[in-house]
């Protein structure tokens, strides 16, 4: 089974600063099963990227995703006061999908 | 646009079996391309896959509750179920459905079952 592992566990920042997130994979993982969603409280997970680096629709373009094999970022270049919430990257592999244990981003 | 609900008990008393049902609209599943999932969410924790169906059938399980989940599915109803047996405490979550291509693109909005006697 592959394990996702996100950091940091949570992340301090105001807003309009520039948020960088880490998840890791303890394999090698198709960069096009690879995705970012995010949750807020009382919420179901929204996807943001799929396909490591691809905008899903309606997702603003402050959001971005990048890296391949067995490291991976998700980006906010200027958070707004709605992107403080919990993000989590997700692979889909060998017909089984596991989560990270997820990045909370918080208002500092 | 594809939405789902999820439904069933709220309250399931330990060694019980869990069982919720997922109804979607606004697309078919037996149109095929896409695998129908449950996802768990225990409180204040992270997301945990159980598992995904396709509408022939055909079935995907986490290993770490393998010997305790059934998926099923019900074209002619368009929905999907879970069923999750012997459950302890430790089943108490939020229990999401969702569509899943390569990535879940489309949630539902989650129900709450607690495990309590």
């Known amino acids: 089974e592959i394990v996702l592992t996100q950091s940091p566990g949570t992340l301090s920042l105001s807003p309009g600063e520039r948020a960088t997130l880490s998840c890791r994979a303890s394999?090698?993982?198709?960069?096009?099963?690879l995705a970012w969603y995010q949750q807020k409280p009382g919420q179901a997970p929204r996807l943001l990227i799929y396909?490591?680096?691809s905008r899903a629709t309606g997702i603003p373009d402050r959001f971005s995703g990048s890296g391949s094999g067995t490291d991976f970022t998700l980006t906010i270049s200027r958070l707004e006061p709605e992107d403080f919430a919990v993000y989590y990257c997700q692979q889909y592999g060998s017909s089984r999908a596991t989560f990270g244990g997820g990045t909370k981003v918080e208002i500092k | 646009q594809v939405q789902l609900q999820e439904s069933g008990p709220g309250l399931v008393k330990p060694s019980q079996t869990l069982s919720l049902t997922c109804t979607v609209s606004?697309?078919?599943?037996?149109?095929?391309?896409?695998?129908w999932s449950w996802i768990r969410q225990h409180p204040g924790k992270g997301l945990e896959w159980i598992g995904y169906?396709?509408?022939?059938?055909?079935?995907y399980y986490n290993p770490s509750l393998k010997s305790r989940v059934t998926i099923s599915v019900d074209t002619s109803k368009n929905q999907f179920s879970l069923k999750l047996s012997s459950v302890t405490a430790a089943d108490t979550a939020v229990y999401y459905c969702?569509?899943?291509?390569?990535?879940?693109?489309?949630w539902g909005q989650g129900t709450l079952v607690t495990v309590s006697s």
């Open positions: 969702a569509r899943v291509g390569a990535t879940f693109d489309y």
């Open positions: 169906i396709y509408y022939s059938g055909s079935t």
């Open positions: 394999q090698s993982v198709s960069s096009s099963y």
């Open positions: 606004g697309g078919s599943i037996s149109s095929g391309g896409y695998y």
């Open positions: 396909g490591a680096s």
